[in-house]
């Protein structure tokens, strides 16, 4: 009941809501993933505070399960050294030249995504008088970093010549879109890719760790797997897009909750109020990177538990929103009513309705 729930909050928060992550069903969807790619290994990737989950909580959890662990900055990966975490962590984003020493002070390894940064790791390992593991970034078609595919086999040369204090573990890319129904451009990437590998064969070479493999491609895409599989989104319970077949079978563990105080079905916006456009962007998100940026998932499921009267649920996944209201609750374009137990329900088709959170303690927050 309302009554027994504190609507001032008194541990440090500002207003009562927060979000509840099921670890145990993190570790499910992990070890789903594993059983899908075997014998590939599986990154856990924990960038951007393991997408809004908590990347210290996650990592304490799952590390030890992972072959390897994703972060995107240096940073993440030495709070992840600092608690005690002995994994191998790679960092997937670019690095600045001046903390090439802090990446291998940690033990992190680093993304070598030119001849330029391979060479000063190569100077700054030396320095300091050990081998620093690196993996090569190629970009087959993602246009963010790496040595395009059509010139990475000068990045490839340059380890054989420059690079006595450079271990090159692994080489890998990324997709731009194996999440979507036509797959024609990533697989065109994969064959990139594998153009780019048979440098080693060609030169009697070993590979090293070959991955390019994220959600979409661990659902869709198994030729993509080759030695490890860096999925995000899916290991938190999200599919990566609504064209995506569910051949691993995942679930959210993330719930957002908040005590509510009013629902409305308006048009008005104010400030202070945290609202819910789904019409809008069902998969925003996904779209637009903001939601993981910030942090959050987007909330496309509100659940309300009869008994649990005023108080909110939003959790990702799921088809649409639903929920009750105790006190208010109003028909509009895509609400619905049931008259048991007052629930409220918007489908991914309402095109206008909006759900008014009142009271969250953020500042207005667009989902
Ligand atoms: C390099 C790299 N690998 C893997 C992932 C995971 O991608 P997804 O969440 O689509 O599985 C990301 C996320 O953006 C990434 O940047």
Redesign the pocket.
Known sequence: MLINQPTITTNGGVRATWAEINLTRLSQNFQAIRARVAPASV?L?L?TNA?GHGMTEVARHLAVQADYL?V?VLEEGILLRELGITRPILV??GIWSNQIPQYIEHNLTLTASSIERLEQIDAASGQMGVKAKVHLKIDTGME?IGVHYYSAHTLQEATLKCCRNVEVEGI?S??AS??SADLTFARLQLERFNEVLRFYEKHGLPAPLRHIA???A?LQLPEANLDMV??????YGVY?SPEVPHTVQVRPALAWKSLVVFFQGGQARASGQLWLDLAKRPHGARRDGAG?LRGWLLPQHVEQGPGHHSRSEISAGGAGVHGSDHGQSRMGHGLQRRRSDVDWRIGRNASRSRIWLSGLGRSPTKF
Do not use: C, E, T
Not at 230 to 235: A, T
């Open positions: 990154m990737v960038k997408y994703g995107a997937l984003g963010r890998y990324h997709f194996a999440d994220n959600s979409g661990v860096r999925p995000g989104i899916l290991m990566p993981r």
